[in-house]
């Protein structure tokens, strides 16, 4: 099946399988606090590394689509908590969720209003970050505290439509749970991490279902 | 174990462990046309970064560093992927199950720029529509892109050069094989660190905490 991305509605799909395509996709837990000090926690998952040297990652964010307006009364348009603590305060922590945290993380999707705490409605316990002021998440084996490099706005087909920001994140520091720490390596054996599917679905990284392949001309970033 | 970016190896970590804590990652696998020259290579440190019209896909690329040099490329040397994304300003992103994990693999092989990697592992690529460019005729599903703008990204003395690659979808390959009931169901591949990667074995699903379901 081909279709054009305007001719979308003719292709007989019953929902977009863009997202679906674009898998499995990192999970980025997104610890900010906003002005006035309120904390938040929210999982995105247009995530990823850009680069190393400096250590850099880029994260996506959508403002809220007409669903947000209709059913939990959001102006339209307007930006989720997370960018705009990160618009305002420039800073942000991400903690790389587990398979025992899903749950967790799944909650702290829910659209509160912005003076509601994920972090206590959803029972996360945090630890202070080094370098920034919002915090990580306990329990979860790395977290990168980041500042914002630059934001690109991507544009909008027409003005109508909704702004999308691509924030580009300095990584400041890293915290890494010493119990993975082996042979002067990051060891994430015995981790369940997990990634974002389409729709509601997740995947889960495990031992079980990882497998190692030499590239063709052994040449090995592990082997740096 | 904490220590500021650039600073791992005084805690006696040898390399960055950045590409293995941003796990799993989603891989495109770019195809570049020029002439009749196809150009194929798998990329990982990419994203959707934008879902809505015009949806928008970015992909970081950065330029041949010290391990290529050993093996006798330029250090700070393009790869082929981006010259050719510069050069002609479409690219197609192909995507991976396990019956094409193999060749993906084989076309991460650093071959000169004459090389058609698509040629030498016998891939069978198909014309795409909108662009002037080749896709990978039985991959599950293929986006065919342009570029809307490509950034640099700030490097140190040591590092070479990187671009951030921002691109329009215009057009979804989606083969009828993986589509169910109007939705689509595949199992893909994912990148993790060194030379490991994964697929979905154990699907998990999550409804979310407010009962809302994205663009139903």
């Known amino acids: 099946m081909w279709y054009r991305n305007e001719e979308f509605d003719s292709s007989g799909l019953k929902i977009n399988p863009f997202h679906t395509i674009v898998s499995p996709r990192p999970i980025a837990w997104v610890s900010t606090l906003s002005e006035d000090g309120i904390p938040n926690l929210a999982p995105y998952a247009y995530f990823n590394a850009v680069s190393i040297d400096p250590d850099m990652i880029m994260i996506s964010f959508c403002n809220r ?3 947000h307006v209709e059913q939990f009364g959001f102006e339209l348009n307007a930006p989720k908590d997370t960018f705009a603590n990160i618009s305002a305060t420039r800073e942000f922590c991400i903690s790389m969720p587990t398979y025992e945290q899903a749950e967790q993380v799944n909650c702290t999707a829910w659209n509160l209003k912005p003076e509601v ?3 206590i409605q959803c029972e996360v316990e945090m630890e202070p970050s080094y370098t920034i002021a919002p915090p990580r998440v306990k329990g979860s084996p790395v977290a990168i505290e980041c500042v914002v490099h630059d934001l690109i706005n991507l544009p909008p087909a027409t003005p109508a439509r909704l702004t999308t920001t691509l924030c580009i994140g300095l990584i400041k520091a890293t915290y890494i749970d010493d119990q993975y720490i082996v042979d002067d390596r990051l060891n994430l054996s015995g981790v369940t991490t997990i990634g974002r599917l389409g729709f ?9 279902n990882i497998f190692t392949l030499q590239r063709p001309d052994r040449y090995s970033k592990r082997n740096y | 174990m904490w220590y500021e970016s650039g600073k791992h190896q005084e805690m006696g970590i040898t390399h960055s462990p950045l590409y293995h804590l941003v796990v799993p990652r989603p891989i495109a696998w770019i195809s570049t046309r020029i002439g009749t020259h196809t150009n194929l290579a798998p990329m990982s440190y990419f994203t959707v970064v934008r879902d809505r019209e015009p949806e928008m ?6 330029h041949r560093g010290r391990a290529h040099a050993r093996l006798g490329w330029r250090w700070n040397a393009p790869k082929d992927t981006i010259t050719l994304v510069k050069q002609t300003g479409v690219f197609c992103v192909n995507f991976v199950d396990p019956p094409h994990f193999e060749a993906m693999v084989d076309t ?4 000169g720029p004459e090389v058609s990697e698509a040629e ?7 014309d795409c529509q909108l662009i002037n460019c080749s896709r990978v005729a039985t991959a599950p599903a293929s986006l065919e892109c342009e570029v809307w703008d490509i950034i640099d990204l700030p490097k140190t003395v040591e590092s070479t050069d990187h671009h951030l690659v921002l691109g329009k979808v215009l057009a979804h390959w989606v083969s009828d094989d ?8 595949y199992q893909s591949v994912g990148r993790l660190g060194g030379d490991e990667y994964c697929t979905e074995w154990n699907e998990v699903t999550r409804v ?9």
């Open chain 1, 65 to 67: 689509g007409q669903a």
């Open chain 1, 117 to 119: 705490s994920e972090w």
């Open chain 1, 200 to 208: 509601v679905d997740y995947c889960t990284v495990g031992d079980e």
């Open chain 2, 57 to 62: 896909i970015a992909f970081c690329v950065g």
């Open chain 2, 108 to 111: 991460a092989k650093n071959c």
């Open chain 2, 120 to 126: 030498e592992f016998g891939i069978e690529m198909a």
């Open chain 2, 178 to 185: 993986i589509i169910q009931n109007g939705t689509i169901h």
């Open chain 2, 208 to 216: 979310r905490p407010d009962r809302h379901k994205k663009e139903v």
